[in-house]
């Protein structure tokens, strides 16, 4: 890509679970075609900003640390069925409770997450300072209700963040209600230590994060709103159909084996979001200073792949839909990055 090429670019990853191997199909395209040109380069160097959302936090992370797009979206077909087991719904007794606290434990994702990071980081467990390309990444603090984007060092107030292990990160943005209980975890390095309690899924406030992008750019970096260009990948557009005929026998219908309301909390807000970021790109448009954006989404008209699927012929249908979406929207893709 041509150096003299002034644009500040934002690659925005949106959140969706299993569905991430989606966005993953097509940015492991987009990587190999720019590597046609220039084959010792990586994707996170055609970027000046990565926002990533629970499973597009893991993409975010991994893609900043330098790992193969195509090694990424590996990664999702090899552990789907290691995050995701065959849920069955029972009563687990203990310590008297009678129900669990979510539908999976997080601790073979954590495990993954840190076995793939490290690798690509020499061997050694990565921070948030090690990461190779601004980064930010949503989660929400349910220690104390506020909603939290964790960022690098790529401004003088960021004095927390870059201490923070990479993984830790990911699954605090990646710990989704229901499907996985709040991240908890400590840290102690060489830059200091502390703790986290309770973080949740950004998705709730963010689920898809090219709006905290924009606002990063322009609020924190400095970057004119006319220089921004900003490259949005969405999971499947789910399109959460309740049909009039459909009757939830009770609450647990909501929410086991296939929590629909999260579901539909999480896809509406990526929807809003699109719609926001829409009508600020028209409004500046009308006074003849705005930002370039691209939205790459796949509409499921309503047959949805769960979020936690790890069947094998939903992994297929995923692969389908990334690869025909890369094949179809390739060179607008390049087209766009290239514009000034």
Not at 100 to 109: G, H, I, P, R, T
Not at 315 to 333: S, T, Y
Request: with cysteine; net charge positive; proline share 4%.
């Amino acid at each position: 890509m041509e150096e003299e090429n002034k644009k500040f670019r934002i690659l925005s990853i949106d959140g969706g679970g299993i569905r991430g191997l989606i966005p993953a199909r097509v940015l492991a395209e987009l990587e190999e075609e720019f590597q046609q040109k220039e084959p010792d380069k990586k994707l996170y160097e055609h970027f000046d900003l990565i926002c990533g959302t629970s499973t597009g936090a893991i993409l975010a992370i991994g893609i900043a640390l330098g790992i193969s797009v195509k090694d990424l979206a590996k990664f999702y077909e090899d552990n789907a069925k290691v995050i995701f087991p065959r849920f069955i719904f029972r009563f687990l007794p203990r310590k008297g409770r009678v129900f669990f606290n979510a539908m999976y434990s997080n601790k073979k994702l954590l495990k993954k997450l840190k076995e793939v990071y490290a690798e690509a980081n020499g061997g050694a467990d990565p921070l948030m300072n090690d990461l190779k390309v601004k980064v930010c990444i949503p989660a929400f603090n349910g220690n104390d209700g506020a909603i939290n984007v964790f960022k690098t060092r790529h401004h003088p107030e960021y004095r927390r963040d870059y201490k923070l292990p990479a993984y830790h990160v990911a699954m605090s943005s990646a710990s989704a209600p229901v499907y996985f209980p709040p991240h908890t975890f400590s840290f102690k390095n060489e830059f200091g230590e502390g703790t986290n309690i309770n973080m949740i899924d950004g998705g709730i406030f963010a689920n898809n994060p090219a709006l905290i992008g924009v606002f990063e750019a322009t609020d924190k970096l400095g970057i004119a709103i006319g220089d921004i260009s900003v490259l949005s990948f969405g999971t499947g557009e789910g399109k959460q159909i309740i049909r009039r005929s459909w009757r939830p026998k009770n609450v647990f219908d909501w929410l086991f084996p296939h929590p629909k309301l999260v579901d539909l909390v999480l896809d509406t807000q990526a929807q809003i979001t699109e719609q926001y970021l829409l009508f600020l790109q028209r409004a500046l448009e009308k006074i003849g200073n705005t930002f370039s954006y691209l939205r790459i989404q796949h509409d499921m008209k309503g047959d949805n792949i769960e979020l936690n699927s790890s069947k094998d012929k939903h992994i297929a249908r995923m692969k389908a839909i990334g690869d025909e979406l890369a094949k179809n929207n390739m060179v607008k893709i390049i087209n766009f990055l290239k514009s000034k």
